[in-house]
């Protein structure tokens, strides 16, 4: 096979296999029942907001406002909530939220679309 072959070749599985990627996360979304979301929006708002404020406008932790999150990338801030900050007394949800509902908590955050 000629080198333009193979690169020809590597590109294609490497698309697929972003397609792949794209395709699973949505239908891992999917799995983020209406009855889950009523729970993880109760987390928002009081497990979160006891740093980040209850109205999300910021306290010990940075404001959790869509204006103040839509210049960020969501996959930093799926990140920062999974994993957490240590050096800025940010807990990880590992462990307690799944890649799902962290993915979903960030897309509302971000669209301001907390009831």
């Not at 406002?65 to 839509?70: C, D, H, P, T, V």
């Not at 949800?93 to 962290?102: D, P």
């Amino acid at each position: 096979m000629s080198a333009q072959g193979s690169t020809v070749q590597t590109f294609f599985i490497h698309f697929l296999a972003i397609l792949l990627l794209l395709a699973g996360a949505g239908a891992v979304r999917a799995d983020v029942t209406p009855e889950r979301q009523h729970q993880l929006i109760h987390l928002l708002r009081h497990d979160c907001g006891s740093c980040h404020g209850m109205t999300l406008k910021g306290g010990l932790g940075p404001p959790l406002l869509s204006e103040n999150l839509i210049d960020k990338s969501p996959d930093v801030l799926e990140n920062i909530i999974y994993l957490g900050l240590p050096e800025r007394a940010m807990p990880p949800w590992e462990g307690l939220l799944t890649r799902a509902e962290i993915r979903w908590l960030v897309e509302r955050l971000q669209k301001g679309d907390i009831p």
